[in-house]
């Protein structure tokens, strides 16, 4: 049967080259190539169906995850897939997994925190999946609070051993994924006890079940957490709880890049800062920041091919109702995503950059930027994945009633992703932690020079009092303009924390107090950080018919939807005048039209397959009602034409003969 394009006409509106976009949005022909590949090799695959993954009980949901990493696994041996392949497949598979935990984080806590020789000890099994780890940090009792770890590894010099204990029952392991049915071994966190003095927090390779029958190790309770929320989503993850109880590990099994014990039980602390032991976290959130955009570009996928399919009102003379993508209202709620999306793209590939810059200046002992380092980390991640879990829930309203069906996908992408807010560092913790940066930072103005992203306050003179020169609505398009309102506010609103702390004679007791103005300002740090990087992108050679002017358009509507959604700081710091304000609006309203032929295009760019996407509602094609249709009627629910329980529980009530007064 021929395959109709009901989306071909949005198609034939675009003004720019979709297939260059397509690989500025990878990063580059190779990894467009790969992705592109990749994808097809996995949606053409049977074995990584996904379809019914609502319908499962936990128990089948489970299963059918291993199974679905098993055959993962199997593929990528049999077809001697590149480390760089297995990733790009584990990705398009699209199942949350103990994998994402052992590839994710256990190796990469031994690769950063591991000696050489305990590198090349358990690397190659980790690479091999001889063994299965997991990241066991977080406890009952305690998660943002790491210090307050209450689990104990306290050196025996008799045996040259470390026993691992749980001393209490909110020092029981809790959360932490893949430990609940499969991990073999276990990055577990425990205060370090030598000598009876405790040195603080480190980690310690600890196996949990045996090799042989997959039975708990003497000492090790383990199991599940239990369900969490959505149907579906991270449920096909076992996130799990772990007592320990006087557990005996080797002495050579604590992760001794940062800190060592000698056989001989003295401690001893290596010239690297202590905070590299939380090395794990800063990498980590720097992944999640690179995934929020393809978490936010897909949900933004499903509703902008829906909003140019679906039409309400507006019909004229028996003619075509209108397209609910023409709405203002639809747009002024939906454009900003695509952009965000875009946006976080870009600062995604940024912060991977600051990443290895960082890393390599560590292997060189220079820790100069990890502070820096640590507060963008921190503060993308919880900017990013904010904005990504808020928006694909508006992605869902968007799409009105349909978009509350599983079939259009959203529903278990909110859930599978709104755990990023809190996993990996509760959002608000972790701007406290950008905060803290940025009043060291004040503080220090005129003994130390800002650099970096924090550069712009070596102008802090200049930005408390500049005037902004925007006088009629296009020159809102002049990024001078748009950079020096955003540098103004974010600078103004640090100082003015700062001015407020020094009111306090306790500074620990200021920053309490202060704390939710505090989030602010670091908000307004990390928007600056998006937005400067945005700008400096569009600054480089972009080949490609059309596709810079489209990019332009995209960062102007993220910055200055950003200026309007948050007036209130930019008109209380008197970085810009209602008039300003109102400006921005015009020019608002004026690129959502000029994005709005694109939008189509500017979605397509993403190449994601409809396998991928797994929403009726954002299929390529656009063709949603004839598969909304069918798709209602393959619900277990419909198997039977009369349901189970009928006459159980319907007859019944309907043949009842009551008598009563009132009746
Ligand atoms: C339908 C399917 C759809 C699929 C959709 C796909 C989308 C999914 C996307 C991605 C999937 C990814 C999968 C991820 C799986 C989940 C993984 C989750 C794992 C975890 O959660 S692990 C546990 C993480 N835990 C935390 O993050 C805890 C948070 N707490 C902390 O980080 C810290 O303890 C703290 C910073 C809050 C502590 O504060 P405090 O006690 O004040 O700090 P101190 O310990 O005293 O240290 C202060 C000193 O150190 C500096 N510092 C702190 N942290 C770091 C660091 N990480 N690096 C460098 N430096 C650090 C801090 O600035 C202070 O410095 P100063 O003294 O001021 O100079
Ligand atoms: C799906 C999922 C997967 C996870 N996977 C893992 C894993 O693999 N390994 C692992 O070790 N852990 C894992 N975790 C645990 C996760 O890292 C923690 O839940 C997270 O760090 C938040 O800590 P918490 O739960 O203690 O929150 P809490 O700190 O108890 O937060 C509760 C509330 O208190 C507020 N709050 C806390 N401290 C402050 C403060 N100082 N100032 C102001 N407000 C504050 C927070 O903002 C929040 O609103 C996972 C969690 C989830 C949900």
């Given at each position: 049967m021929e395959r109709v394009d009901h989306l071909a006409h949005e198609r034939n509106k675009s003004e720019f080259d979709v297939d260059a976009m397509k690989i500025v949005w990878a990063g580059s022909p190779h990894a467009f190539e790969l992705s592109d590949r990749i994808s097809k090799l996995v949606a053409s695959d049977p074995g990584f169906r996904k379809d019914n993954r609502t319908m499962l009980s936990r128990k089948d949901l489970f299963k059918n995850t291993l199974r679905k990493a098993a055959y993962a696994w199997k593929t990528i041996v049999d077809l001697h897939l590149s480390e760089e392949e297995a990733a790009k497949l584990r990705f398009y598979v699209d199942e949350p997994a103990y994998t994402d935990l052992h590839w994710g984080m256990f190796v990469p806590a031994i690769k950063g925190q591991g000696t050489d020789e305990q590198q090349q000890k358990w690397l190659p099994l980790a690479y091999k999946m001889q063994i299965i780890g997991c990241y066991a940090q977080t406890e009952l009792g305690h998660g943002s609070n790491v210090q307050g770890l209450e689990t104990t590894a306290t050196f025996d010099p008799q045996t040259d051993e470390f026993i691992i204990h749980s001393p209490t029952l909110t020092s029981s392991k809790w959360w932490?994924?893949?430990?609940?049915?499969?991990?073999?071994?276990a990055i577990a966190y425990a205060r370090l006890i030598v000598g009876g003095r405790d040195y603080g927090v480190n980690g310690f390779i600890v196996?949990?079940?045996?090799?042989?029958?997959?039975s708990p190790l003497p000492g090790i309770t383990v199991g599940d957490i239990g369900m969490k929320f959505g149907n579906g989503a991270y449920n096909t993850m076992d996130n799990g709880v772990l007592q320990f109880d006087h557990v005996r590990i080797p002495r050579d099994q604590m992760l001794m890049r940062v800190s060592q014990v000698t056989r001989e039980g003295k401690y001893k602390q290596s010239d690297v800062p202590r905070q590299l032991v939380y090395g794990t976290m800063v990498y980590v959130r720097q992944t999640i920041v690179a995934d929020a955009s393809c978490a936010l570009s897909r949900a933004v996928c499903i509703a902008t091919r829906y909003s140019a399919v679906r039409r309400q009102f507006g019909s004229q003379n028996g003619g075509p109702e209108t397209q609910v993508i023409d709405y203002k209202t639809q747009q002024s709620r939906l454009f900003p995503l695509l952009a965000s999306a875009y946006a976080f793209r870009f600062i995604g590939e940024w912060l991977k950059w600051l990443y290895t810059d960082v890393t390599q200046r560590l292997q060189a002992n220079d820790f100069s930027t990890l502070p820096e380092a640590h507060a963008c980390t921190a503060g993308l991640k919880s900017l990013t994945t904010t904005a990504t879990a808020d928006g694909i829930e508006e992605c869902r309203k968007l799409c009105g009633g349909h978009g509350y069906l599983c079939s259009s996908g959203l529903p278990e992408l909110f859930a599978v992703y709104v755990p990023a807010c809190t996993y990996e560092g509760d959002n608000t913790v972790l701007l406290l932690q950008v905060a803290r940066f940025l009043m060291k930072t004040v503080s220090q103005l005129g003994v130390k020079k800002p650099v970096g992203t924090i550069g712009y306050m070596t102008r802090v003179d200049h930005l408390m009092q500049c005037r902004c020169g925007v006088q009629r609505a296009e020159d809102w398009l002049n990024p001078s303009a748009l950079l020096e309102a955003f540098e103004a506010r974010a600078a103004r609103m640090s100082v003015a924390c700062a001015q407020n702390l020094s009111n306090f004679d306790n500074p620990e007791e200021g920053f309490a107090e202060l704390s939710a103005d505090l989030v602010e300002a670091a908000v307004a740090h990390c928007q600056l950080i998006i937005v400067s990087k945005f700008i400096e992108k569009l600054q480089q050679e972009i080949p490609g018919k059309g596709v810079k002017q489209q990019l332009e358009v995209l960062c102007n509507i993220y910055t200055l939807f950003l200026l309007h959604k948050h007036q209130g700081d930019f008109l209380s710091t008197g970085c810009i005048t209602p008039k300003h304000a109102s400006l921005a609006n015009d020019q608002l309203r004026s690129l959502y039209s000029q994005v709005r032929p694109n939008a189509i295009a500017l979605v397509d760019a993403f190449n994601y397959t409809d396998h991928f996407l797994g929403s009726i509602l954002g299929?390529?094609?656009?063709?949603?009602y004839p598969k909304l249709y069918e798709a209602a009627w393959e619900d277990p629910l419909n198997d039977s034409v009369v349901p189970d329980g009928y006459h159980q529980y319907i007859r019944p009530l309907l043949k009842q003969q009551i008598r009563t007064a009132r009746l």
């Open positions: 932490p994924g893949g430990l609940g049915k499969v991990a073999t071994h196996q949990l079940r045996s090799l042989e029958d997959h299929c390529y094609d656009g063709n949603v």
